[in-house]
């Protein structure tokens, strides 16, 4: 079955400093991948999505996401974060096929806090 | 905009009693899931539709909750009896499958049972 992991459940950086969050998934069939952000008290909302086209995805907000399937990865990335990027962060994968097309798998989550 | 919509966006009860949450998929969306929120648990599915049909519903303790659409337009999420371990926040996304595989979510139902 296709597991997400996200390597570290908190993260925090300084204001105007590079955001790294990290994301594997497990499948040998690359899977549709995703990004959600989930603001306090709020439900998730899509940043980006990688659907096989290219490798380097653009999202909301300024986030980037590079797909590499050399390792397994799918790490989520914002050159100067902004205090308003505090939230948290789900990595998610859709394997596409079958009658699971549709259902994502979810990582724990990884809680982002931006210092000023 | 469209925006999955659910109803109550909070609720507190009494241990025992019924709770009913509500989820309007975005109109032409053909595949609704429910998800249950905790700190302890993360996000766990508890079950999906796909066009109003149930596909599965392995992650929902069977004995006290439901989970039903009875139209395109609604669909229930229902605990029977409530107990205090069931306090979480419940989410509702719809998608279109296979034209899209992005879920949408809603703002959540924040439950809980004293």
């Known amino acids: 079955a296709q597991s997400v992991t996200q390597l570290g459940s908190h993260v925090s950086v300084s204001e105007g400093a590079l955001v790294l969050l990290r994301c594997n998934y497990s499948s040998s069939v690359p899977p549709y991948l995703f990004w959600y952000v989930q603001y306090p008290n709020q439900g998730l909302q899509l940043l980006l999505k990688?659907?096989?086209?290219?490798?380097l995805v653009k999202g909301i907000n300024g986030f980037e996401a590079e797909f590499k399937k050399s390792e397994t990865s799918f790490h989520l990335t914002k050159p100067s974060a902004h205090m308003s990027d505090a939230a948290e962060y789900f990595c998610a994968a859709d394997n596409a096929g079958g009658t699971s097309y549709g259902k994502l798998t979810f990582g724990q989550g990884t809680i982002l806090t931006v210092h000023p | 905009d469209a925006r999955v919509t659910q109803t109550p966006r909070h609720k507190v009860t009494e241990m025992g009693q019924e709770v009913t949450m509500r989820c309007q998929p975005i109109?032409?969306?053909?595949?609704v899931f429910w998800y249950r929120q905790t700190m302890m648990q993360g996000l766990e599915l508890l079950a999906y539709?796909?066009?109003?049909?149930?596909?599965?519903d392995s992650g929902m303790p069977k004995d006290r909750f439901s989970a039903e659409m009875p139209d395109a337009t609604l669909a229930t999420l229902k605990i029977q009896p409530s107990e205090p371990r069931d306090s979480a926040v419940y989410f509702c996304a719809s998608g279109l499958v296979p034209q899209g595989h992005t879920q949408y979510f809603g703002p959540g139902t924040r439950l809980t049972v004293l």
């Open positions: 109109l032409g969306h053909n595949t």
């Open positions: 539709f796909r066009n109003r049909a149930p596909l599965d």
């Open positions: 990688y659907t096989s086209a290219a490798t």
